[in-house]
């Protein structure tokens, strides 16, 4: 089983439409969790980082469930410009960063 | 400021050769990355640095060489370049806030290496 799994994707979706992706993670010892956003060719960015309690920004809403090693990222009302992959990121311990093999998102118009 | 820059941007060279990518941060940082993006896209992490010190060395073969002069360098050389190590390579920092939750991993654009 790989550390961090993602939605295959590709995801196609209208402008405006609310887009979910999922997330696992196998080592139940990850201490953060995150999502970075890369665009064609350019480098990861951080999204938003992944608390317990579950955390909004803007239209991006993530939530984490210890238990079932599971991340969550919820994009309402989808822009033109949020056209990217989306990177499930695990801490895995001592700063080592996981990254999921990424989850492509086209918004149409 | 470039807060993580990273050179060459592009680098395409002949089987055998030897390479290096240099990696720069100003951010003030402890902790400094290699991660290699392959044609899949997937990005895995090849080494890690705190203040000078290896701390991750994952799977890479030994014709890949880090080095870190000092806590804001960190340079990646390879060693007879075989077809298989052309990929985008990303060096990237990070703090080191003692595993609050907060730390953010900083990207260079990243070095697309072609190997003919």
């Known amino acids: 089983r790989k550390e961090v799994e993602q939605d295959p994707g590709p995801f196609n979706v209208p402008e405006g439409a609310t887009v979910a992706f999922n997330c696992t993670y196998s080592?139940?010892?990850?201490?953060?969790f995150f999502w970075y956003r890369q665009d064609c060719r350019k480098e990861p960015k951080l999204l938003m980082s992944?608390?317990?309690s579950g955390n909004e920004d803007g239209r991006f809403t993530a939530q984490l469930n210890r238990a079932s090693q599971y991340i969550s990222l919820l994009i309402r009302d989808s822009k033109l410009s949020d056209s990217a992959t989306y990177l499930c990121?695990?801490?895995?311990?001592?700063?080592?960063?996981?990254f999921g093999p990424g989850t492509r998102l086209s918004v149409l118009p | 400021d470039t807060a993580v820059s990273q050179t060459p941007k592009y680098l395409v060279t002949q089987m055998g050769n030897d390479k290096s990518i240099k990696c720069e941060q100003n951010?003030?940082?402890?902790?400094m990355y290699w991660y290699k993006q392959d044609s899949k896209k997937f990005l895995k992490i090849m080494f890690s640095?705190?203040?000078?010190?290896?701390?991750i060395n994952e799977t890479v073969p030994n014709r890949f060489s880090p080095k870190s002069p000092d806590k804001a360098h960190l340079n990646l050389h390879i060693n007879s370049l075989e077809l298989g190590d052309s990929a985008v390579y990303f060096c990237?920092?990070?703090?080191?806030?003692?595993?609050?939750?907060?730390?953010?991993?900083?990207f260079g654009s990243g070095t697309q290496l072609s190997v003919l």
């Open positions: 990237a920092s990070s703090q080191d806030p003692g595993g609050m939750g907060n730390e953010k991993l900083f």
């Open positions: 080592n139940s010892a990850s201490q953060s």
């Open positions: 992944v608390y317990s």
């Open positions: 990121v695990v801490e895995a311990y001592g700063q080592n960063f996981v």
């Open positions: 951010l003030g940082h402890d902790t």
């Open positions: 640095y705190n203040n000078k010190e290896l701390i």
